[in-house]
């Protein structure tokens, strides 16, 4: 009888560690799990900070490109501008030598 009972205790305890181990497990999983999480997390993150950066850039372009159109527009309006004053020019040039032709005659 008294082996029987030590027996079953034996089993008992064995029953015991096994689940214990089972319950560790178990929280290594849960651990490992919660690692993957953060991980991810933080990956997203990255993306999210190289989104922005890209963002950033392309604003940067438009910012460059609209410059560069602006400088561009001011300097046709120079163009502009000069070729003006080339017609004015010319038209003095004009009258002058009318003025001149009115003289002689």
């Known amino acids: 009888m008294k082996m029987k009972m030590k027996m079953k205790m034996k089993m008992k305890m ?7 181990m089972k319950m560790k497990m178990k929280m290594k999983m849960k651990m490992k ?3 993957k ?8 993150m990255k993306m999210k900070m190289k989104m922005k950066m890209k963002m950033k850039m ?6 460059k490109m609209k ?3 602006k400088m561009k527009m001011k ?6 501008m000069k070729m003006k004053m080339k017609m004015k020019m010319k038209m ?3 009258m002058k030598m009318k003025m001149k032709m009115k003289m002689k005659l």
């Open 14 to 20: 064995k029953m015991e560690m096994k689940m214990k």
């Open 33 to 35: 799990m919660k690692m």
């Open 37 to 44: 999480m953060k991980m991810k997390m933080k990956m997203k």
């Open 58 to 63: 392309k604003m940067k372009m438009k910012m």
């Open 67 to 69: 410059m560069k159109m």
């Open 75 to 80: 300097m046709k309006m120079k163009m502009k």
């Open 92 to 94: 003095k040039m004009k």
